[in-house]
């Protein structure tokens, strides 16, 4: 084995350690393990997660680049917190693009890739039921519901945009905020009436369903902060 074979070798570990451990860290950040804000230790990292400094410094780099974590002088590293009114423009910018999206997959979307839609729900339906309807979580890409229809446009700038940019940092706050007694169970609903509108091919009922249901969703989070607000107010006076 040659040098340059070494280096290969060591370099692809690296990147599938990297790779590990930014999904597992992905992962806890949406699910508020690591909540916003929350200060992040690379050596403890790297002990609860059993690697290198190394992998982990990539991992981190990932991170930063799906902008979930920032880096800032004296303080460190921090889980990325957005104020409320960064949370509503996104929110609202999600409302107007998502139900563009969602007005094009009601033209382009395959019956294999409706048909694959419902048994996507299905399967959320069976975790909803495990969680006794308390959370509503969505692993990334393919199974993800809102990314399938963005998928289902057939328009790269969309996907882009909604796939890159912006996608870990709304789905972090999308499934925190949808912790409740009844929001989950609700959002299911309203993703079965999306999916009926877009498989009658009516591409204006399914970016009205689709706006409607970021909405709502956009309406709780912005009783729930005003929730949190008025908590600490009190807590205050």
Not at 17 to 39: F, H, N, Q, S, W
Not at 168 to 183: D, E, G, K, P, T
């Amino acid at each position: 084995m040659t040098d340059k074979t070494i280096v290969r070798s060591i370099q692809m570990e690296t990147r599938t350690l990297a790779d590990r451990v930014c999904e597992e860290i992905v992962t806890a950040i949406v699910k508020g393990e690591m909540p916003p804000g929350y200060k992040i230790s690379e050596p403890e990292l790297a002990r609860v997660y059993g690697i290198s400094r190394g992998p982990l410094r990539e991992a981190m780099r990932r991170l930063e680049g799906l902008r979930l974590i920032e880096r800032k002088p004296h303080i460190g590293a921090r889980v990325v917190k957005l104020s409320a009114n960064e949370l509503v423009e996104i929110y609202r910018v999600r409302e107007a693009l998502e139900g563009m999206a969602c007005r094009l997959a009601a033209e382009f979307m395959t019956e294999a890739e409706i048909q694959g839609l419902r048994d996507l729900l299905d399967a959320h339906e069976r975790s909803v039921e495990e969680l006794e309807g308390r959370a509503y979580f969505q692993k990334e890409g393919d199974l993800d519901f809102h990314f399938r229809i963005v998928q289902g446009s057939k328009n790269a700038k969309l996907l882009e945009i909604l796939g890159s940019d912006l996608y870990h940092l709304v789905r972090m706050y999308r499934y925190q905020f949808s912790v409740s007694s009844s929001r989950p169970k609700r959002a299911l609903k309203e993703h079965r009436q999306i999916v009926d509108a877009i498989d009658a091919r009516d591409p204006e009922l399914a970016e009205l369903l689709m706006r409607r249901h970021i909405s709502a969703a956009r309406r709780n989070i912005e009783n729930k902060l005003e929730a949190v607000s008025s908590t600490a107010g009190e807590n205050h006076g």
